[in-house]
């Protein structure tokens, strides 16, 4: 029989089971790490915004420089991404404001509203193009 | 940081494809994590086929098949074969639960078995625990009171204050909770993880204990109770459907009303 060492020699020697490697993914643990990832990439994006601010202070040239950048292929693509990160990160940060009451933290509430934060956010981010393209003819 | 790849001697290496068993229709492949710390040679992966006909119907059965009747070596812990011992717990079809109450039926292809994720594994599917249970110990799990007990009787409960208790009292610390969660796998030397907090918050609901603030103050700070994200695979994880995020998010609530 084995006995339960404490993680000393022995335990360092002992293998790690695997984790990442084999837990299928879950609805939980995915929008989990989506919430942290689009976190990170909107940090990177609130710099790009202010770089813009910057361009529209400093005169007119460097305005149209940076519209042009903003508007080119490379640029907009940027600018979906972070438009979907930015309504992703707000609808499930709604998500965790009201999971922080204590609230919506059963099994079925979880994956409804989890799937609602999905939906909403292709919904959204489509609704605020359509009208942005509207918006500039 | 964390690290998300396997240490060399944990990567899992193809391992022993035993024989099909003759004469069966009805036949399930299973994939079977094993080490044999005597061997030196790290972890495998065993193929064995079990026939269905001849075995019972949840995966802790085919596992006493395996080892009745084709490889005596494999260990697992088991021990009431009815969701009440929390024994056999272990990841099975990418999911921590018991072996004993997970149906065949509901896995569709190859059973894949696991030792519970990121522990020190002992032997196969038996996983060093001691460490959870150290934590278990940590945050005192039992009755702390200060007032003197009634004479000659228990400390009563109101109906509605024995509900409360309702959700937490039934866990069985089979750590399937503990170790289906992503913050405990990066954090667990210090981060209590959601089956120690469960039963941390147990005793604040409880109306007849008495240390609920030191309680919270114990566990009140980023490394323990607010290393919890919220990601909610441990209610996703447990086998008896109880809710330790739930349980989390009402602890973390408590230590922030105790700021004001």
């Known amino acids: 029989m084995s006995t339960a060492q404490p993680d000393g020699e022995a335990g360092a020697a002992r293998p790690l089971s695997p984790h990442l490697q084999v837990y299928r993914p879950q609805i939980t643990s995915v929008l989990s790490i989506a919430h942290r990832l689009t976190g990170a990439l909107l940090s990177i994006g609130i710099a790009c915004l202010v770089a813009w601010l910057v361009a529209a202070a400093a005169g007119p040239e460097s305005f149209a420089a940076a519209r042009e950048i903003a508007g080119s292929w490379p640029g907009l693509v940027l600018l979906f991404i972070w438009s979907l990160c930015l309504v992703y990160h707000l609808l499930n940060g709604i998500r965790h404001m009201v999971w922080d009451t204590g609230r919506g933290l059963e099994l079925t509430p979880v994956r409804v509203s989890g799937w609602a934060v999905v939906g909403g956010t292709v919904l959204l981010t489509a609704l605020a193009w359509v009208l942005g393209a509207m918006v500039a003819g | ?260």
């Open chain 2, 1 to 260: 940081m964390a690290k998300f790849r396997l240490p060399r001697n944990s990567r899992v290496r193809v391992g022993k494809a035993h024989p099909v068993p003759q004469g069966s229709a009805r036949r399930t492949r299973f994939k079977i994590y094993r080490h044999d710390p005597d061997s030196g040679a790290g972890p495998r992966l065993d193929t064995f086929e079990v026939d269905r006909d001849t075995c019972g119907e949840m995966v802790l059965d085919a596992l006493i098949t395996i080892k009745d009747d084709m490889d005596s070596t494999l260990v697992f812990r088991r021990s009431c074969r009815e969701g009440v011992c929390g024994s056999c717990a272990m990841n099975i079809d990418g999911v921590n639960t018991l072996a004993c109450t997970k149906p065949l039926d509901d896995i569709s292809g190859d059973v894949r078995v696991y030792p519970l994720p990121h522990m020190r594994v002992i032997r196969d599917l038996v996983t060093d625990i001691s460490h959870v249970y150290g934590q278990l110990a940590s945050v005192k799990p039992w009755l702390r009171s200060q007032s003197a007990a009634p004479e000659a009787r228990e400390r009563l409960q109101s109906p509605d204050e024995r509900e409360k208790l309702d959700g937490l009292y039934e866990c069985i610390l089979c750590f399937c909770c503990q170790t289906a969660c992503p913050s405990y796998w990066w954090n667990s030397e210090t981060f209590p993880g959601p089956a120690v907090l469960l039963q941390a918050y147990r005793w604040v609901a409880d109306s007849r204990d008495e240390a609920g603030d030191e309680r919270i103050a114990e566990l009140d700070g980023a490394d323990e109770l607010f290393r919890c994200r919220t990601i909610v695979n441990c209610t996703n994880a447990c086998p008896k459907g109880l809710n330790p995020a739930r349980a989390i998010a009402e602890a973390k609530k408590r230590a922030a009303q105790s700021h004001r």
